[in-house]
Nanobody, 126 residues
Framework: QVLLVESGGGLVQAGGSLRLSCAAS????????MGWFRQAPGKEREFVSA????????YYADSVKGRFTISRDNAKNTVYLQMNSLKLEATAVYYC???????????????????WGQGTQVTVSS
């Protein structure tokens, strides 16, 4: 079992930056593949990024590649999502997710993750 709490969301102008954090508690953090997903109003939850246990593997949706960076600090039980050059379409609730077997179950899919945070709102304005 792991509890996930996201923070760092807010209102930002297009072209700006935000850094999201997801703090985990419970089982050993380094056991988990961590993912970030987002869900805009009226749309399905979609994959943004994922990172493997020690950070050796990182994965991005094509829509954010080159602008977003995922990282983790296993000593702090925290995963981050640095978002730069934000676009209007990035407006969504951003969710952190965790699973020990996401790399097998398909880490770009919501079904790969058993544990989810409550989400943090990101709003990009023009």
């Amino acid at each position: 079992q792991v509890l996930l709490v996201e923070s760092g969301g807010g209102l930002v102008q297009a072209g700006g930056s935000l850094r999201l954090s997801c703090a985990a508690s419970g089982r050993t953090f380094s056991d988990y593949v961590m993912g970030w997903f987002r869900q805009a109003p009226g749309k399905e939850r979609e994959f943004v990024s994922a990172i493997t246990w020690s950070g050796g593997g990182t994965y991005y949706a094509d829509s954010v590649k080159g602008r977003f960076t995922i990282s983790r600090d296993n000593a702090k039980n925290t995963v981050y999502l640095q978002m730069n050059s934000l676009k209007l379409e990035a407006t969504a609730v951003y969710y952190c997710a965790a699973d020990t077997l996401a790399h097998i179950k398909g880490l770009r899919t919501t079904k790969a993750y058993d544990y989810w945070g409550q989400g943090t709102q990101v709003t990009v304005s023009s």
